[in-house]
């Protein structure tokens, strides 16, 4: 009898129509589901087929089962460290496993993929490859970063992956919002928020983290992780440190973030510096401090958690059946997640899964808006600016690192860059939130832009447009709650709705609810 290929098959690194580390999917769901076969005959000698689903075994977890189909083929795709927007004549280059924040010069480095081994694969190959794992649970592709591991981290061991099957988020179709307020009938939001601690940091954090894993166990002299936040940072960064044993040493500016952001990292037991000064002062000290202590930096200077980031991007296309939008706006603080947006789509056209990217747009807070002015000047010299308070509290950055990555992106894709301010992005949270979200600041900054846009006409009715909310709602309730009490000075709230205050009488609720089911407001 011939042996079944789905036993036998010999994949060669050779061949682009072979993967050469892939798990073929059905042996993997053999495994997680057996299946008992019986064969009958009855008197008429006609041969009955029986089978039944026996429970998956529990004595191997999911990364049990990663060891024992490991490949032994030769993996053919590596990753390495170059500075950022090097000559193509620099020779300049680092391993991952070496712990280097700044190119030789001082400027910013950036992760190189072997690009050349990855084309050996067409754009086709890579489309059914990242669509086969979504929804798995097989280690550790259930992941919405490390199903494009290939892209990602391509040399790091499974077992070094220290994940929470996070992005695979919620891209929304804001079908109410976009006819009401804009005229648009294909507007969607890019739900980053819906994620394991609350923010698109999640993308980042998962590879810098497992990165950090890997180093540990190769003996290199990392003692902890180290970041300065506004907030969602420290979150993602105490978070995935806590599920690997790995301390996490967090600075915060005092009396700058909300109470929700502040709880994460102290409950996942991060050691925590309130400090008083602002972002870039947190900043600046942590950049001191890890350069004389065995502490990982794990601020967006590290490029390592831009190629989580960067999933991202490549999700919206999968999402979208590998047809890119015209536009995706994504708040900038930063400003590391606008450069990770333009690499995730720019390797999607490049390898050839699609043929076109999208225009970005960059959307800043008005009291944090350095990128913005720089914009505005023609890209002149670059200013940074001591950042004002704003209610979008995770841009709130005067100062970015990733000024020279947000400037070369937008440049790239003919990119735009607008500003709202505080009254402007409170209102589009708002006008958000009464058609069904629920959604951040930072988020209402980009919705503003997007309104900005439409207004000028830059923006067409039916373009396909992508707004990216970086984090959940739920983080910023107080925001919403002085809006909606219109206890925020010098502000209208014209779309505030605060509860209405009735006595405990019959009659007086009758009278209000009448009142309310009349009203122009509830027919519109």
């Not at 795709?77 to 991952?96: C, D, G, I, K, Q």
């Not at 391509?154 to 220290?162: A, F, K, N, Q, Y």
């Not at 600016?385 to 020279?404: H, L």
Request: net charge neutral; aromatic share 8%.
């Amino acid at each position: 009898m011939a042996s079944s290929s789905l036993f036998n098959a010999s994949l060669s690194p050779l061949n682009p129509n072979q993967h050469p580390i892939r798990r073929h999917p059905s042996p993997s769901l053999l495994r997680h589901r057996p299946v008992a076969i019986s064969c009958t005959s009855d008197a008429n000698n006609n041969t009955q087929i029986e089978t039944s689903v026996k429970p998956r075994r529990t004595e191997n977890t999911i990364r049990d089962d990663a060891r024992l189909h490991r490949s032994t083929a030769v993996n053919p795709f590596s990753a390495r460290y170059v500075p950022f927007n090097a000559s193509p004549n620099s020779t300049e280059h680092y391993s991952l496993d070496e712990i280097v924040y700044r190119s030789r010069s001082g400027g910013l480095l950036d992760v190189e993929h072997d690009m050349d081994a990855l084309k050996r694969f067409d754009g086709a190959y890579w489309r059914d490859l990242f669509d086969s794992r979504v929804g798995k649970s097989t280690w550790p592709y259930g992941s919405g970063v490390w199903s494009k591991k290939e892209w990602v981290l391509p040399e790091i061991d499974d077992d070094d992956i220290v994940s929470a099957f996070e992005g695979n988020s919620n891209l929304f179709w804001a079908e109410r919002f976009g006819k009401q307020f804009l005229e648009m009938n294909d507007l969607w939001v890019k739900h980053c928020g819906i994620s394991h601690t609350g923010s698109f940091k999640d993308l980042g954090m998962t590879v810098l983290v497992s990165q950090v894993n890997r180093l540990r166990k190769m003996n290199r002299p990392v003692v902890g992780v180290g970041c300065a936040s506004t907030g969602d940072t420290s979150a993602a960064l105490s978070a995935y440190c806590a599920a690997a044993g790995i301390p996490s040493i967090v600075f915060l500016p005092a009396n700058k973030i909300s109470m929700a952001q502040l709880v994460q990292p102290i409950a996942n037991g991060a050691f925590v510096l309130s400090i008083d000064t602002d972002f870039d002062g947190c900043m600046k000290l942590i950049r001191e401090v890890t350069a004389e202590l065995p502490i990982y930096l794990a601020n967006s200077l590290n490029s390592l958690r831009l190629e989580g980031q960067k999933t991202a991007a490549i999700e919206i296309l999968q999402q979208f059946d590998w047809q890119a939008p015209e536009w995706v706006i994504v708040p900038g603080g930063n400003l590391g997640n606008i450069y990770a947006f333009y690499k995730g789509f720019k390797m999607c056209q490049e390898l050839g899964l699609v043929d076109r990217i999208p225009r970005l747009v960059c959307a800043q807070a008005a009291n944090a808006n350095p990128l913005y002015l720089h914009y505005k000047s023609g890209w002149k010299d670059f200013k940074p600016m001591t950042a004002s308070t704003t209610f979008a509290s995770a841009i709130q950055i005067g100062d970015p690192v990733s000024i020279d990555r947000a400037v070369y992106a937008l440049q790239q894709c003919d990119g735009i860059v607008e500003e709202a301010t505080e009254e402007e992005l409170m209102d589009a949270m708002a006008q958000a939130d009464s058609t069904g979200m629920f959604i951040c600041p930072h988020t209402g900054v980009a919705l503003t832009a997007l309104f900005k846009l439409r207004k000028q006409g830059v923006i067409a009715p039916t373009d396909r447009t992508v707004v990216v909310s970086t984090a959940h709602g739920l983080k910023f309730t107080q925001s919403k709650v002085d809006y909606h009490s219109k206890a925020i000075p010098d502000m209208a709230c014209r779309f505030s709705n605060p509860p209405v205050e009735v006595k405990e009488d019959f009659g007086a609720v009758m009278d209000v609810l009448k009142n309310y089911l009349g009203s122009q407001k509830l027919r519109s």
